[in-house]
């Protein structure tokens, strides 16, 4: 079975470009989550989907971060304006959730440099 | 928010050898999950073993089980007969409200031949 898929893989961007972050969770998976790892602030949940739902994006650092996810099988997070402290690795995980949190499955990660 | 505390930042062990990496957190949740992650130098992010709190019994998943005391909040991971694989940095994850995770800042584990 395919895993979580992310793409691209890497990208690099000059700062004030957008940038487009892209994520198809696992079949039939019906929860997604974003989330951005760096070496000072570690591991940070951004914004999280059930059933395609926004439900917590008190993670979202400011309004240059949008997301969304218009299908079951699609997400996108998007920058625009990019800054260079935006420089970090993206990840984007998902998985089945019925009640209490369930396992989550990541993508290999999205290293965004902003110069 | 919830908090996480990994107090080994890094460890090593010789290959063959037992470590256990420690963690404790704070939930108000009740009925809860916990994870234990991996991440190599690929960066991919593993899951290494799920242990569900209403369970009395510990996880245990071939070299890699948990110690976990509820009412302490402690959650540690033990490997047994460390590999050179398993080098990574470690990140325990107990829950958040919900179906969120929250990630400790990860123990570097160094496993030496």
């Known amino acids: 079975d395919a895993g979580v898929i992310q793409s691209p893989r890497h990208e690099v961007t000059e700062m004030g470009q957008e940038v487009t972050l892209r994520c198809k969770p696992i079949?039939?998976?019906?929860?997604l989550f974003w989330y951005r790892q760096t070496m000072m602030r570690g591991l940070e949940l951004l914004i999280y989907?059930?059933?395609?739902?926004?439900?917590?994006d008190s993670g979202m650092p400011e309004d240059r971060f949008s997301a969304k996810m218009p299908n079951a099988s699609f997400s996108t997070l998007k920058i625009q304006p990019s800054e260079p402290r935006d420089s970090a690795v993206y990840f984007c995980?998902?998985?089945?959730?019925?009640?209490?949190?369930?396992?989550?499955?990541f993508g290999p990660g999205t290293r965004l440099t902003v110069l | 928010a919830q908090t996480v505390t990994q107090s080994q930042p890094e460890m090593s062990v010789q290959e063959a050898e037992t470590v256990t990496l420690s963690c404790t957190y704070d939930t108000s949740e009740n009925n809860y999950y916990l994870f234990w992650y991996k991440q190599p130098p690929s960066r991919q992010m593993i899951l290494v073993i799920r242990?569900?709190?209403?369970?009395?019994q510990n996880a245990t998943e071939n070299r890699f089980s948990v110690n976990f005391q509820k009412a302490a909040k402690s959650f540690s991971l033990k490997i047994s007969d460390s590999q050179l694989g398993d080098t990574a940095m470690y990140f325990c994850?107990?829950?958040?409200?919900?179906?969120?995770?929250?990630f400790g800042g990860g123990t570097r584990l160094m496993v030496k031949p």
């Open positions: 994850a107990p829950p958040n409200a919900g179906n969120m995770l929250t």
């Open positions: 242990q569900e709190a209403y369970k009395q």
């Open positions: 079949s039939g998976h019906n929860s």
């Open positions: 989907f059930n059933n395609n739902v926004p439900i917590d």
């Open positions: 995980a998902s998985s089945f959730t019925s009640g209490s949190s369930d396992t989550q499955y």
